[in-house]
């Protein structure tokens, strides 16, 4: 596959990392948000927390990347799909963003700070607010699920494209070159 076709290796690289990343902050905070108080519940808060940093900082690094690198054309595909998948992409990104940033928010707003991996610590992203916190944690979680819902949507579209159209979409992305 040329050059042509496929992502640079920093675009394929990150779109891994933060494939990884997600998917991992995504389990990490469904299974710890229904644990009792306990020193793994702390634990694990904060390696989410440091997730969602990292990932916001892995979301930037791509995004400049993205505006700076031109992406593999498609391949022929009906307009209705090439659009959707534009969409779920805008999306995706939008929720790349909003996702870590609602996180820190609701950290912010109910008075935990984030010192990033146990050093670096993050200034409060909002005044604290007890009414706020709440209601940044419902947005916090419903925009997880949705990102989620859309990660499902890029895969399947990913899966269609690669065992149904047989089009070569999915090596666009590999690790391996070919």
Not at 10 to 37: E, Q, R, T
Not at 82 to 88: D, L, M, S
């Amino acid at each position: 596959m040329s050059n042509a076709t496929r992502y640079t290796p920093v675009a394929v690289v990150l779109h891994w990392l933060l494939a990884l990343a997600i998917v991992g902050a995504f389990c990490v905070g469904v299974y710890m948000s229904d644990l009792p108080f306990s020193m793994t519940r702390v634990k694990l808060y904060n390696w989410h927390k440091w997730a969602g940093v990292t990932i916001l900082a892995l979301s930037a690094l791509r995004l400049l990347w993205r505006l700076a690198n031109r992406p593999p054309a498609d391949p022929p595909m009906p307009k209705w799909q090439a659009r959707a998948a534009h969409g779920v992409h805008l999306l995706l990104y939008v929720a790349f963003f909003a996702v870590p940033l609602t996180g820190w928010a609701m950290s912010s707003a109910k008075g935990f700070p984030i010192v990033w991996f146990g050093v670096l610590p993050l200034p409060d992203f909002v005044p604290k607010d007890h009414d706020l916190g709440e209601l940044l944690t419902q947005v916090h979680g419903a925009l997880a699920w949705g990102l989620a819902l859309l990660v499902l949507a890029h895969v399947g579209a990913a899966l269609k494209h690669q065992f149904i159209d047989r089009d070569g979409l999915l090596a666009r992305m590999s690790l391996r070159r070919s």
